[in-house]
């Protein structure tokens, strides 16, 4: 199982980025796809999953500002990250979730103020 995930980088406080993570050797799209984060000193936490139905739930702090949407012809997920504030710098995981997880390497995002 591999879960590439692509797209961080750096970029100044109130702009955009697309996150992207592309699975194989899993069956796409009868997992829950999510992304979590992980800041310095900070434990992992949840930002943003999306069902195999296509429902999505977000963490109160990116809500109104994130978008997690999944092509499962590509078997791939995206969150598509708005209005970006300093405190969402962290490294960003990609998640593939039923009943156990498998999860990709991450990709540091920087927000600069």
């Known amino acids: 199982v591999q879960l590439q995930a692509s797209g961080g980088g750096l970029v100044q406080a109130g702009g955009s980025l697309r996150l992207s993570c592309a699975a194989s050797?899993?069956?796409?799209?009868?997992?829950?796809m999510g992304w979590y984060r992980q800041a310095p000193g900070k434990q992992r936490e949840l930002v943003a999953r999306?069902?195999?139905?296509?429902?999505?739930n977000y963490a109160d702090s990116v809500k109104g500002r994130f978008t997690i949407s999944r092509d499962n012809a590509k078997a791939t997920v995206y969150l598509q990250m708005n209005s970006l504030k300093p405190e969402d710098t962290a490294v960003y995981y990609c998640?593939?979730?039923?009943?156990?997880?498998?999860w990709g390497q991450g990709t540091l995002v920087t927000v600069s103020s």
């Open positions: 998640n593939a979730d039923r009943g156990y997880s498998f």
């Open positions: 050797g899993i069956i796409f799209r009868h997992y829950t």
């Open positions: 999306i069902s195999s139905g296509g429902i999505t």
